[in-house]
C-alpha cells in the first residue's frame, strides 16, 4: 500500500522535470532565434547606414568647389557686396584728383563698408575648420580690422593725439553703443533675453582693460609737479616732462603695449 503511492510521486516529478527541461528548450530556442533576428536587422541596419554613407559620398564628390563657385560665394554673400565697386573708384580718385578731395573721401568711407562685413564673413566661414576658441579670436581680430589698420596708419603719420581720440571712440562705441542697439534690436523681439555671462563679462573686462591702459599714462601726466610760481614773479616754470620723466612714462607705455597684446 505505501510503495504505490511513492512510485507514482517519482513518476510525477520525473514528469515535471521533463517538462521544465522542454520549457527551457523551449525558451532558449526561441532566445536564439530572436538573438538571429536582433542580428540581422541590426546588420541590416548597419548595411543601410553604409549605403547611406556612401550614396552621401558620392554625392559630396559631385559638387566641386572651383574657384569660380567660390568668387561667385562670396559675391553673393551679402546685397552690400555691390558697394565693393567704390574700392576701384576710390583708387582712380586718389591717383587722378579730378573729382577731389570730398569725392575721394566719400568713396572710400563707402568702400570701408562692404570690406568690413567682407571680414565678418570671412571670418565666420573660417571659424568652422578652426574651433570654437581660435575661430572667436579669429572673428574678433577680423571685426577690429578696420580699427588697427587706422591705428597704425596714424601711428606712422605721428598722429598721436588723433590715435588716442580713435581708441576711446572706438572703446566706448562697444562699451555703450554696440550693447544698447543689441538691447534693443532684441527687446524688439522677446521680451526675456538670455546673455552669455562668461562672454559678456569677459568682453567688458578687455575693455575697461584698454580704457585704464589710456587713463594711466594721463593720470600720470596730470599728477606731475608744476612747480609753485608766484603771478608777480618774473621767473619762468620749470620744465614739465624733462628726460627722465619722458623715459618713465615710455617705460609705462610700452609695459602697458606688451600688457595689451599678450590679453
Known sequence: MDSLPHSRMSTSIMDLEEGSKEEDNKEEGNKEE???????????????????????????????????????????SSPMNVL?????????????????HTVTYSLCFTSIIPLERMFDWGG????????????DLLIITLNNAVEAT???ILLAHCELRLLQSTIVGVIILHLLLVPGMSFLAGGMQSWQQGLMEHTTELNHSLLMLGVLSIMLPTALF??????????GSQQFSPALVN?????QILIMSRGLSILLIIM
Open 34 to 76: 530572436g538573438k538571429k533576428e536582433e542580428g540581422f536587422f541590426y546588420h541590416a541596419h548597419s548595411l543601410k547606414q553604409f549605403a547611406e554613407a556612401v550614396s552621401n559620398r558620392n554625392k559630396q564628390r559631385e559638387v566641386r568647389f572651383t574657384i569660380a563657385r567660390s568668387i561667385r560665394g562670396i559675391i553673393a
Open 84 to 100: 565693393l565697386l567704390c574700392v576701384p573708384l576710390a583708387w582712380f580718385s586718389h591717383f587722378h584728383p579730378v573729382w577731389g
Open 124 to 135: 565666420e566661414q573660417m571659424a568652422y575648420y578652426l574651433g570654437e576658441e581660435l575661430g
Open 150 to 152: 587706422l591705428a597704425f
Open 222 to 231: 596730470a599728477a606731475l609737479d608744476r612747480g609753485a610760481v608766484d603771478s
Open 243 to 247: 628726460d627722465r620723466t619722458r623715459g
